[in-house]
């Protein structure tokens, strides 16, 4: 049964762009037909909180409670929601597809029409929020999850049991970096012994990295501007670094690469790296651009090079049916062939978001890790000396 009363919750809230974000105490509606409620063990901080902070992903994104990738324990579920029950650990998922519009029939769930809509908007598959601030204003659910916050009401699509077995510091990833980065691999089509050059080697292009790994590549090329980032790409099985301090990147991926790498993965979100992504593809090789680029940027290729059939495509949350996706990377995670915490460098606390975004902004570190109820999450925020 569905709680009946709205609570009071700490959630940290980006006002508006420029400003920094801060911890305040909203208001959490309880759950409608077909939603959850859920208690957030952790959640980690993904660059796209970032462009969503930085106002990179156009106007009206805000106030908005943010955090789209974490992970919690079901604590209520409202009506008609069949599969899940107070006490399920469960990962979040930002697009809990509609099954009814067009993508959804035709087997591309995370382009679900439905979700863009309201995800956009800020809003819950029924086009309205279960969030205010405390003056009464409208808070937006960011990417459908608002998961920097102690609790969550989430579309029951938007919530996928995981086994008690993962703590719940690691489950966080689940729900982006890892079905993003994995996934991104799966739709590239990366076959056993295949060449693979990943561009951008922060938490999602580390998830890149292992699915290759795991797909069989038996040349990774990792390519970051930090030392930090190559040496944990070379723990998560890239074979060789390249550092994008200023040399030419493109020519020292093709001469580890025998010419050029079938498959290329940009993982940053900027123009000057989908570039690159292209330059050090072989001829009949693919570019796979997971990184999302602020509205309004442009990328410029050279037309002659499509003689050589390289293709060049995007891939959004996996390409899959995450619910499947996950089921699929879980059997990795228990079986011991896909580790999840060695790409957490920070564990904080939701007073710490914004130190957070500062490290993403500056390339420090790796994925921070919010612990917001430590009993649950299995971890410990560390203290600042
Ligand atoms: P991150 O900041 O942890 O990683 C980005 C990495 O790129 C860092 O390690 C940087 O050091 C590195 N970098 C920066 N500039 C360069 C450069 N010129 N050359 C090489 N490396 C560079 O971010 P993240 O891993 O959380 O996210 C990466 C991108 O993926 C970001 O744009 C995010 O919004 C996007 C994303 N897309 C999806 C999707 O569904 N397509 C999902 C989740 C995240
Ligand atoms: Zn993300």
Redesign the pocket.
Same mark, same amino acid.
């Given at each position: 049964m569905a709680r009946r009363a709205a609570i009071e919750i700490d959630a940290v809230v980006l006002r508006r762009p420029g400003r920094p974000v801060g911890v305040e105490r909203v208001r959490l509606d309880p759950p409608r037909a077909d939603e959850v409620l859920v208690r957030v063990a952790a959640a980690g901080v &993904?660059?796209?909180d970032?462009?969503l902070v930085d106002g990179q992903l156009g106007e009206g994104r805000w106030p908005m409670v943010l955090g789209h990738e974490g992970a919690g324990v079901v604590e209520a579920v409202g009506e008609h929601v069949d599969g899940l029950s107070a006490g399920d650990h469960v990962a979040f998922c930002f697009v809990p597809s509609c099954g009814a519009c067009r993508p959804c029939r035709s087997g591309r769930p995370t382009l679900c029409e439905t979700a863009a809509r309201n995800s956009a908007a800020g809003m819950l598959m029924d086009g309205t929020s279960r969030l205010r601030a405390r003056d009464g204003m409208l808070l937006q659910h960011g990417l459908m999850v608002a998961c920097f916050a102690e609790y969550v009401v989430v579309p029951a699509g938007g919530a996928v049991r995981v086994p008690p077995s993962i703590p719940l510091w690691e489950a966080a990833l689940l729900g982006?970096?890892v079905v993003?980065g994995i996934g991104?691999v799966n739709r590239a089509g990366v076959r056993v012994g295949d060449s693979v050059c990943v561009? #951008? &080697? #922060? =938490?999602?292009?580390?998830q890149v990295i292992a699915g290759a790994r795991l797909a069989g590549a038996t040349t990774i090329v990792a390519?970051?501007?930090?030392v930090e980032?190559l040496e944990l790409a070379r723990r998560r099985g890239a074979t060789d670094a390249v550092i994008?301090a200023e040399r030419d990147?493109v020519e020292e991926v093709r001469a580890i690469a025998d010419g050029g790498v079938d498959h290329a993965f940009e993982?940053? $979100?900027?123009a000057?790296?989908i570039r690159?992504a292209w330059d050090v593809l072989r001829p009949g090789g693919t570019a796979t651009v %997971? $990184? %999302?680029?602020p509205k309004g940027v442009d990328v410029v290729l050279p037309a002659i090079d499509f003689l050589s059939e390289r293709t060049i495509t $995007?891939?959004?949350? =996996?390409s899959t049916d995450v619910r499947v996706a996950l089921d699929q990377i879980v059997q990795l995670v228990v079986s011991g062939r896909l580790e999840l915490g060695e790409v957490v460098s920070d564990l904080i606390g939701l007073d710490d978001v914004e130190a957070a975004l500062e490290r993403?902004r500056s #390339?420090e570190g790796?994925?921070s890790v919010i612990v917001i109820d430590e009993g649950l999450a299995r971890a410990r925020r560390a203290v600042e000396p």
């Open positions: &993904c660059r796209s970032l462009h982006c970096g993003t991104a561009v #951008g &080697c #922060g =938490g999602v292009g580390l390519v970051d501007r930090t980032k994008a990147v993982v940053v $979100g900027s000057v790296t690159q %997971v $990184g %999302v680029t $995007g891939s959004y949350y =996996g993403l #390339g790796a994925r």
